[in-house]
């Protein structure tokens, strides 16, 4: 049972990436789930996140160009992230939460550079 975070990378300022969360072990869409992100010496902090039923919610650094989504098929979370700024600079995570459980997987590396 796992999840894992992949698709980060070192991009300009106004670039795009797409990190994706990969679930094995569980079905992602019966949980809801979310994307952190930790940058270096600060806390990490909530991005976004898919609900189960399919609403969703993202902080206010993320609107307007961050997507998040969730391929069933696939079993994999994804979050589009556009116009990207130098303080999206951080290492990302997923996780997967329902009821008393959560699941996290490791993180993957965004790198903005201005």
């Known amino acids: 049972v796992q999840l894992q975070a992949s698709g980060g990378g070192s991009v300009q300022s106004g670039g795009s990436l797409r990190l994706s969360c990969s679930a094995s072990g569980f079905v992602l869409s019966t949980y809801s789930y979310a994307w952190y992100r930790q940058a270096p010496g600060r806390q990490r902090e909530w991005v976004a996140t898919?609900?189960?039923?399919?609403?969703?919610g993202y902080a206010d650094s993320a609107k307007g160009r961050f997507t998040i989504s969730r391929n069933n098929a696939e079993n994999t979370g994804y979050l589009q992230m556009d116009a990207l700024k130098p303080e999206d600079t951080a290492v990302y995570y997923c996780t997967a939460m329902r009821g008393n459980t959560d699941r996290w997987g490791q993180g993957t590396q965004v790198t903005v550079s201005s």
């Open positions: 898919l609900a189960s039923d399919g609403t969703f």
